[in-house]
């Protein structure tokens, strides 16, 4: 089998992640990568071994749920109100 080098954004697509995923592991060293005519590339097979490090939203194309949309908008209130109330 012959190695095949992806961009970053092959790589997030590989992934299921954001390209901001990707280069915030290349800057950690979590990722290898190389330098390819001034461009990153990385090998195929280090980018399915990667694990990305869990986080705290949702996943790519899920939508909201209306649980999550009411607990913004009731921070975004609250934040209005502190700020209107420090202005007085």
Excluded: C, F
Aim: avoid cysteine.
């Amino acid at each position: 089998m012959k190695a095949k080098l992806l961009t970053p954004a092959e790589a997030a697509a590989l992934k299921q992640v954001s390209r901001a995923a990707i280069y915030a592991a290349i800057a950690d060293g979590r990722l290898p990568h190389k330098r390819v005519l001034g461009r990153l590339a990385l090998w195929e097979k280090d980018v399915i071994a990667w694990t990305p490090a869990p986080h705290s939203g949702r996943r790519k194309g899920i939508p909201m749920s209306q649980e999550a949309k009411a607990r913004i908008s009731q921070g975004q209130k609250n934040r209005w109100v502190q700020r209107k109330e420090g202005a007085d």
